[in-house]
């Protein structure tokens, strides 16, 4: 029992006082443009939080957070094999306690835990620098443009209330029975990810297909970013169902479930959310991407 204390000194339950608060002011520290905060907050309120689903790896000076690694976990469709990814996430250490070997230390004891567990590990980062030396490599992503000219159907969408409890208790349902939105690459049955990611954003229900679709339009543009339900529809039924002319749709997973004509390009979502992965994973050198809804 003493070894397992001294190889998991780090590992955290959120249960413990005030853990959530200081983890919470740490990553507002360190990320106040993501209003991180916020987020959780709605993860919580929709029964999905980010407590539940995180195992938080921290160091704590006196009574304050310096620094942390979250693990989740992610399930997952990859080249149609059911896999549970470990997700690397919230990683961040306070700017007055850099330099210190407090984040490689965490990463190490990190990595220790999740050898055991997981067969891959995935995360998003702009620093791709801080993760190679720990055996992560970056995974080319692509968006996938269809050309259109959908001259506006019926008004087939509403948008979901997150603060009526029905729409909440429709959202659980189809995220823990949907379908992987791709064959390559889908998530299943994981929702706390999913609420903090997209819980603030508009989500959009049509309910004679009973999906939930992710999405945004710009102009004649349509940007797809998730498919929500335990049939994925094809992109011709998403456009029936928009009121307004599309000429052009931008989908940001692999829509080979999507029965749409669409070309392939190389792409970083937000120009710098670079996917790392650490050992086996099996859609290496296809063309996909992890899903908005899904990044750590």
């Known amino acids: 029992m003493q070894n397992y204390k001294n190889q998991y000194r780090f590992q955290r339950s959120f249960a413990e006082d005030a853990i959530s608060d200081r983890l919470f002011n740490l990553l ?3 990320f106040p443009e993501i209003r991180i905060s916020d987020a959780a907050q709605v993860g919580r309120m929709l029964a999905a939080s980010w407590e539940s689903a995180s195992t938080p790896f921290m160091r704590l000076h ?3 957070a310096i620094s942390h690694v979250g693990v989740l976990e992610i399930p997952m469709q990859l080249m149609g094999e059911s896999i549970i990814a470990g997700g690397i996430h919230g990683v961040c250490t306070h700017p007055e306690f850099r330099r210190r070997g407090y984040y490689r230390e965490i990463m190490q004891e990190v990595l220790d835990y999740c050898n055991s567990r997981y067969d891959t590990l995935v995360l998003t980062t702009a620093q791709p620098e801080l993760y190679q030396p720990f055996g992560f490599r970056v995974v080319g992503e692509h968006i996938f443009i269809a050309k259109c000219n959908s001259l506006g159907g019926t008004d087939g969408f509403r948008l979901i ?3 009526n409890t029905n729409d909440v208790k429709l959202l659980h349902r189809l995220l823990e029975t949907r379908e992987p939105v791709s064959n390559i690459l889908g998530i299943v049955k994981e929702k706390a990810v999913f609420f903090v990611n997209e ?7 049509a309910e004679d297909l009973d999906v939930i679709i992710c999405m945004e339009i710009k102009d004649t543009q ?4 998730d498919v929500v339900g335990t049939r ?3 992109l011709a039924e998403i456009l029936e169902r928009i009121n307004i002319r599309i000429q052009e749709v931008v989908i940001y997973f692999s829509p080979d479930r999507l029965n749409a004509d669409v ?3 190389s792409h970083i979502l937000d120009g710098d959310s ?3 992965v650490r050992g086996n994973f099996a859609a290496e050198g296809e063309k996909f991407m992890l899903p908005r809804s899904a990044r750590c």
């Open 28 to 30: 507002e520290i360190v």
């Open 62 to 64: 006196d009574d304050m």
């Open 161 to 163: 209330d997150t603060s």
């Open 199 to 205: 819980g603030r954003n508009p989500l959009y229900y």
């Open 222 to 225: 349509l940007h797809l970013f």
């Open 232 to 234: 994925i529809c094809t």
């Open 263 to 265: 070309q392939a390009l």
């Open 274 to 276: 670079l996917l790392m």
